[in-house]
């Protein structure tokens, strides 16, 4: 069975073997900016009704919350729900080797995993708050921390995807993108 999808900038990518993809930014971008956070379960608290909110949009988000030189480990190769992930120890180890790829192509070295979960908590709880029909149970692993004052107002996945290119040009200082 064929590891591989075609991206939108016409390269092939390989699960199996992500160092060898030609992947762009933009493949990146427009990737997440598609993909639903959340499995797609999102709804707006402040109009009761069912929105998108993009991968995307949550790494620009995160970006702005973690220091500037970890702001680039957010941009991953996909998402799946923490619970579904957490029984899929397989997919864990192919994201961590297409993270290393992406990580490699794209220059981003700086690792501090501690604060990057700190952080991705932070937003958990505002996104919790601002996106998800929340009656108050308790989370697992959330730990105290507490949400960003600012409400979040999903972005369209164009919106996010252009916003998630030029966070990435502001970080990585790369105008060519």
Known sequence: ?????????????????????????????????????????????????????????????????????????ESTCGDMPGPLKALCPDFKKIEKRCEAALFQKFGVATRDDKEIKRCDRIMLVTERRDLMPWRGEAWDDIGDVDPLPERISPWPAETAAERFLARYRELSGDASS
């Open 1 to 73: 069975m064929e590891s591989r999808i075609l991206l939108g900038s016409g390269a092939y990518f390989s699960y199996s073997d992500p160092h060898s993809a030609e992947v762009t930014i933009e493949d990146i971008a427009y990737g997440l900016a598609f993909a639903g956070r959340f499995a797609g379960q999102c709804v707006s608290q402040e109009t009761g009704k069912r929105v998108f909110y993009s991968v995307a949009e949550h790494c620009v988000r995160m970006s702005f919350v973690v220091s500037p030189t970890l702001a680039l480990q």
